[in-house]
């Protein structure tokens, strides 16, 4: 869990995430954020001797963080291949699935990985160390028209295009390749009285693109139908309204894109049962010791039997 005295991640919405999954203690469940272990130890803290938990992380980082017990499996690979390694594992069909799509405190302390404007390092933001493209790559290659739709759809700045046109014209002169070289072109764009946050909003709209995430998230959604059980859970933490759009229209309609398709009565055809109508927060005493979890919202859904 810790590093140099550092925690790796403080799990949001830990009792309320685990009790949505309502364990089964010989059942099979999935951990496709593993990070810093804290879901998945409360998770097979529950389960008996024949449970079985998987952890996904595509970052090595989190090798460290493995629970030794024969029980838990660690995958080393992105979440979006679930139905893959599950197959590879002898699994047909698991009890649950949790995610929680935060970024661990882990990524934004390690200030060598470039996925925080504070401090100065090479800019690389990549998950995976061994993926192709960091976000220097990025920041070098894309067009303008490319860059400001990163800039907008993933970090819905306003002024995407002109930091967009920024990048273009400063990476002429000199390579963007470092957290401050960016910070020299973006700034300003951006408005004083909102640095932090929209500094947060190109670093994200970075990362995203480099990790792929929203593909990730998509495909790792419409795999979990294929690899639940009929009423297994599915529970799912998010922290951005670009995630959480995607996830909300996922249950509510089985498609990612929120496309009803409504039976023979008019009632919305979906695989999914929500658990909780109104979203989860965390509460005033966490956000106190964990305001990182400020923004985090909990889905829980449970798959219908058809």
């Not at 024949?50 to 970052?59: A, E, H, N």
Request: with cysteine; proline share 3%.
């Amino acid at each position: 869990m810790a590093e140099d005295g550092k925690i790796y991640h403080i799990p949001a919405l830990l009792q309320e995430s685990v009790n949505g999954l309502d364990i089964v203690p010989d059942g099979c469940y999935v951990d496709v954020t593993f990070g810093g272990g804290g879901h998945s130890r409360a998770i097979i803290s529950r389960l008996g001797d024949k449970g079985r938990l998987y952890g996904f992380d595509q970052d090595m980082d989190a090798y460290a963080n493995r629970i030794d017990d024969s029980r838990f499996t660690f995958v080393h690979g992105n979440f979006a291949y679930i139905s893959n390694f599950l197959r590879y594992y002898g699994e047909t069909a698991v009890d649950g699935i949790l995610a929680d799509l935060g970024v661990s405190f882990h990524h934004f302390d390690d200030q060598s990985r470039g996925f925080s404007f504070r401090g100065d390092a090479e800019l690389d933001m990549r998950m995976n160390r061994d993926a192709d493209h960091d976000a220097r790559y990025v920041l070098a290659n894309y067009d303008e028209e490319r860059l400001a739709n990163i800039f907008y759809l993933y970090g819905e700045l306003k002024a995407s295009r002109r930091i967009a046109a920024s990048i273009v014209k400063a990476r002429n002169n000199r390579p963007i390749d470092t957290v401050e070289r960016l910070l020299e072109v973006v700034k300003p764009f951006i408005k004083v009285s909102q640095e932090k946050k929209e500094l947060a909003q190109v670093f994200q709209a970075l990362r995203m693109e480099v990790n792929n995430e929203v593909w990730a998230l998509k495909t790792m959604l419409e795999q979990s139908l294929k690899v639940l059980k009929p009423s297994g859970r599915i529970v799912i933490i998010t922290y951005h309204s670009i995630e959480d759009r995607i996830v909300k229209n996922f249950l509510k309609t089985g498609n990612v894109e929120g496309r009803q398709e409504k039976d023979f009565y008019g009632r919305v055809a979906t695989p999914f049962k929500l658990v909780n109508n109104k979203v989860i927060v965390p509460s005033e005493e966490e956000i106190a010791r964990n305001p990182r979890s400020r923004s985090a919202k909990l889905r829980i859904a449970e798959k219908g039997v058809r």
